[in-house]
T-cell receptor, first 114, second 112 residues
């Protein structure tokens, strides 16, 4: 079946502009995560959605970052007034809440802020 | 405060030998541990996992060992192959509704 998809795959934007990154999780997965990976760094947790519960936003680095998940499926990560330090690969993952809890990752969106 | 640690940023191993990747954690409430592999320009892919009620889980060339008293786990790859060259992330979670927390990763290079 279809895996996790993300769009766009690459995004180049000017400093100060807003960007929206999209994630389509695997159908039926109740959990959805956003991470980012800066050059040479590990996976930085951003936000976690689990079913209808309030999202865990503890990883969002500033109030310029926000995310929503509509209808328990598609998620959008929005970065307002982008800065050069926002340049990174943004990864989305989804999982069930039972069994092995393994996450399935999308290919990521490479964001470059010039 | 980093709850999942991978203290070796990189590791080089000869093809055919054993690769051992280590991971330490601080939260005793973690009860499920996972390893992911990541190639450049791709998202991480799940490799193997272990529940806290076990001390070993094996899948082909990959074996994960868990030492709960030491809060330590390790991933063994034997024999190592050049295609195993990737970044390996250790991850952990508590209850089924807790978020998964990743370590910083270890970059493995398997030399032919």
């Amino acid at each position: 079946g279809a895996g996790v998809s993300q769009s766009p795959s690459n995004k180049v934007t000017e400093k100060g502009k807003d960007v929206e990154l999209r994630c389509d999780p695997i159908s039926g997965h109740t959990a959805l995560y956003w991470y980012r990976q800066s050059l040479g760094q590990g996976l930085e947790f951003l936000i976690y959605f689990q079913g209808n519960s309030a999202p865990d936003k503890s990883g969002l680095p500033s109030d310029r970052f926000s995310a929503e998940r509509t209808g328990g499926s598609v998620s959008t990560l929005t970065i307002q007034r982008t800065q050069q330090e926002d340049s990174a690969v943004y990864l989305c993952a989804s999982s069930t809440s039972r069994g092995s809890y393994e996450q399935y990752f999308g290919p990521g969106t490479r964001l470059t802020v010039t | 405060d980093q709850q999942v640690k991978q203290n070796s940023p990189s590791l080089s191993v000869q093809e055919g030998r054993i690769s051992i990747l280590n991971c330490d954690y601080t939260n005793s409430m973690f009860d499920y541990f996972l390893w992911y592999k990541k190639y450049p320009a791709e998202g991480p892919t799940f490799l193997i996992s272990i529940s806290s009620i076990k001390d070993k889980n094996e899948d082909g060339r990959f074996t994960v060992f868990l030492n709960k008293s030491a809060k330590h786990l390790s991933l063994h790859i034997v024999p190592s192959q050049p295609g195993d060259s990737a970044v390996y992330f250790c991850a952990a979670r508590g209850t089924s509704y807790d978020k998964v927390i990743f370590g910083p990763g270890t970059s493995l290079s398997v030399i032919p």
